[in-house]
């Protein structure tokens, strides 16, 4: 069984900062390159940022770039993304899940809920 739990969104204004965590469990984390993705009401899932298994490699959209962290600690099975600088635009539901080809493939958490105001 596959789970991953996404946690840490909430209610912020603009310029504030928020920690998401995504804990995994049922698979090989520590093997498995993770990713952060989201989606906002009436838009397509968006590309966040991603880390490889290790942690020594990490990739991030233009948006995030700059504004958005990216670690993990395999140690606990967790995947973290810390949100500094926030927007209005970045207001959507935060998801984590593996990279093609890992265990958590496809395998998606219930999201946690990141909303900015102006």
């Known amino acids: 069984q596959v789970q991953l739990v996404e946690s840490g969104g909430g209610l912020v204004q603009a310029g504030g900062s928020l920690r998401l965590s995504c804990v995994a469990s049922g698979r090989d984390f520590s093997g498995s390159d993770m990713a952060w993705y989201r989606q906002a009401p009436g838009r397509k899932r968006e590309f966040v940022a991603d880390?490889?298994?290790?942690?020594?490699?990490?990739y991030y959209s233009y948006s995030a770039k700059g504004r958005f962290t990216i670690s993990r600690d395999n140690a606990k099975n967790t995947v973290y993304l810390q949100l500094d600088n926030l927007k209005p635009e970045d207001t959507a539901i935060y998801l984590c899940s593996g990279r093609s080809g890992t265990d958590f493939d496809d395998e998606w958490g219930q999201g946690t809920q990141v909303n900015v105001s102006s």
């Open positions: 880390i490889s298994a290790s942690g020594g490699i990490t």
